[in-house]
């Protein structure tokens, strides 16, 4: 039994049939790609999985839980995301990262100014970063800062969107090869073919 399971999904925007009986299985540690056409649902069944929408018919499982109003915030607890654009609020970095860790739920988790400097320089962004706006960052920036977020929640699930589009040939190397090395099982959206020519990933199209 897979640790991530979409049974039968249907999802039908208007007239648009974006799932039909549509079944996927993850299993703990898996690396997957999801690819399949624009417009197909991949972003989707990120949101499906985290309740931002609805099936119309079917049934999404996360560790033997499945999805409904009470077990909610279980999954979005144990799953870290990283949206297309990295929704982040207008103020200094610093200070949007650690509003994100001052929520109830993450306050568990001990974040330093030294490990998030140490993952910033990993990821080849200048230290004085954090004293910048958000709406000064580059779309690679800002890509890059989500993936740090995501690695500083340590849930035990990715959701990847698109996170190396901005990035340039090394940086898309350097931020493949650290995600494939995580113990934790993640799902990918990327037009970026060096995720798709990995040996540690398992592509599930439709």
């Known amino acids: ?47 499906l999985l985290l309740g931002f929408q609805k099936v119309d018919h079917g049934d999404i499982i996360f560790n033997g839980k499945q999805l409904e109003k ?42 330093t100014k030294q490990k998030v400097i140490d993952l910033i320089a990993y990821f ?6 954090i004293d910048k706006e958000v709406k000064q960052l580059s779309g690679g920036e800002r890509q890059r800062l989500g993936l740090i977020i995501c690695i ?11 996170i190396t589009s901005g990035l340039d040939k090394d940086m898309k190397e350097r931020v493949v090869d650290y995600v494939l090395k995580q113990n934790k099982t993640i799902l990918i959206i990327s037009h970026d073919k060096i995720w798709s020519k990995n040996d540690l990933i398992r592509i599930e199209e439709w």
């Open 124 to 129: 080849n962004l200048s230290t004085d970063i």
């Open 70 to 111: 009470d077990t909610l915030k279980y999954f979005r607890l144990n799953i870290g995301y990283v949206s297309q654009d990295v929704d982040l609020r207008n103020q200094k970095v610093w200070d949007s990262m650690m509003e994100i860790f001052s929520y109830k739920h993450n306050r568990h988790i001990k974040v």
């Open 152 to 162: 500083l929640l340590d849930r035990d699930v990715w959701l990847l969107d698109e």
């Open 1 to 47: 039994m897979g640790l991530i399971q979409f049974k039968e999904i249907n999802v039908r925007f208007k007239d648009h049939v974006i799932f039909e009986n549509f079944n996927m299985n993850v299993m703990k540690g898996e690396k997957v790609l999801l690819s399949a056409p624009s417009g197909k649902g991949k972003s989707t069944l990120f949101k």
